[in-house]
């Protein structure tokens, strides 16, 4: 019997009554807000920040969780390092977007904290075996190397856990990373697979919503004008984060993806989808990595995910807003 991971204490009265969930990314500036959106909850218990290689590499993704905990005063909540590269191919990463750090736009601290000794698909295991069934939500904000090799080690894990959120893939707003294919997906296509073949309750949100959540000067300038460090950091992060898609798409601000995957979970009145089937090609080079919506049910394939592409984007930058500057520092 594997030694118990006795990494939180008892959870208090308060905290039985939240919602327990296990952060996967690869930071990236979308990815810490989402973060900071996810710590400045109080409907929340994040149980680990679990990090896997895509926006940069995993010594970096993981350094960046490291800072992003610390920066907001989170220093209790376990980091862990994944895998370092897709589960077949080789690893492509986004420094054109991200920056050489993944956090460009700001330099932060690291000072004392550092990643537990667990690997990281190793630490959702066990926390979903010694968790109640059904309790704890994945989510999901990079490539789902990670998750795929926790599903590959203990297939068994599929059942316990409640659902997976992630941000990834879409349809009607065609790719970001190749005309065809999202990021995430595009960077781990066999995971993607395994993921959306498991037979877990998955919620995907896509570029087709998280491209209809475009940061404005308003958004910034509130984090920009208050007294905490973690929102005039994150202002600075996404005054960098943005210029990218700004330059490419010639709108008045850029997308802010993963804290999509945080707000849909604390409100999903505020967005729209349908359950319907998604694919994603692994085979061809030209495609490799597109999620295929049978959105108008012309198929019979299993409708394997809750595909979300709509948003109230006003209540979400309100509800991005509300938790950051919730945060303690
Ligand atoms: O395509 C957007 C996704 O890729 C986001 O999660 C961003 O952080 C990058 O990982
Ligand atoms: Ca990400």
Redesign the pocket.
């Known amino acids: 019997m594997k030694k118990k991971l006795d990494l939180r204490k008892e959870p208090s009265s308060s905290e039985v009554l939240l919602k327990k969930i296990i952060i996967d990314t690869?930071p990236?500036q979308?990815?810490a807000l989402a973060l900071m959106t996810a710590f400045g909850s109080e409907k929340l218990q994040v149980l680990g920040v679990t990090c896997v290689a895509?926006?940069v590499s995993l010594d970096l993704t993981s350094e960046n969780a490291l800072k992003i905990c610390e920066l907001t005063g989170k220093e209790e909540i376990p980091v862990f390092r994944g895998c370092e590269k897709p589960l077949t191919r080789k690893l492509v990463t986004?420094e054109h977007?991200?920056g050489k750090t993944g956090l460009d736009g700001t330099e932060l601290d690291l000072k004392n904290k550092k990643v537990e000794k667990y690997e990281a698909s190793d630490f959702i295991i066990e926390t979903l075996l010694e968790n109640d069934r059904k309790k704890i939500t994945l989510c999901a904000?990079?490539?789902l190397t990670n998750i795929a090799t926790a599903l590959l080690k203990k297939p068994e894990i599929g059942d316990l856990l409640e659902e997976i959120v992630l941000?990834?893939g879409g349809f009607f707003e065609g790719g970001?990373?190749t005309p065809a294919a999202?990021?995430?997906i595009y960077v781990d296509p066999e995971a993607a697979k395994i993921v959306l073949s498991s037979g877990i309750k998955i919620t995907m949100l896509p570029?087709d919503v998280?491209h209809k959540t475009l940061v404005d000067r308003q958004f910034l300038s509130k984090l920009r004008s208050s007294d905490k460090n973690s929102a005039t950091q994150a202002a600075k992060l996404l005054d960098f984060f943005e210029r990218y898609d700004v330059k490419k798409y010639g709108s008045k601000g850029g997308p802010l993806?993963?804290p999509n995957v945080i707000v849909y979970l604390l409100n999903p009145e505020i967005y729209k989808g349908k359950i319907v089937n998604v694919e994603v090609e692994t085979e061809s080079d030209l495609t490799r990595g597109m999620t295929v919506v049978d959105w108008w049910e012309v198929t019979d394939r299993p409708k394997n995910v809750n595909y979300i592409n709509e948003v109230n984007s006003d209540a979400f930058f309100n509800h991005v807003l509300k938790n950051v500057l919730n945060l303690t520092k």
């Open positions: 690869d990236g979308d990815d895509g926006n986004a977007v991200h904000l990079g490539p941000m990834g970001n990373i999202e990021f995430n570029l998280t993806h993963d």
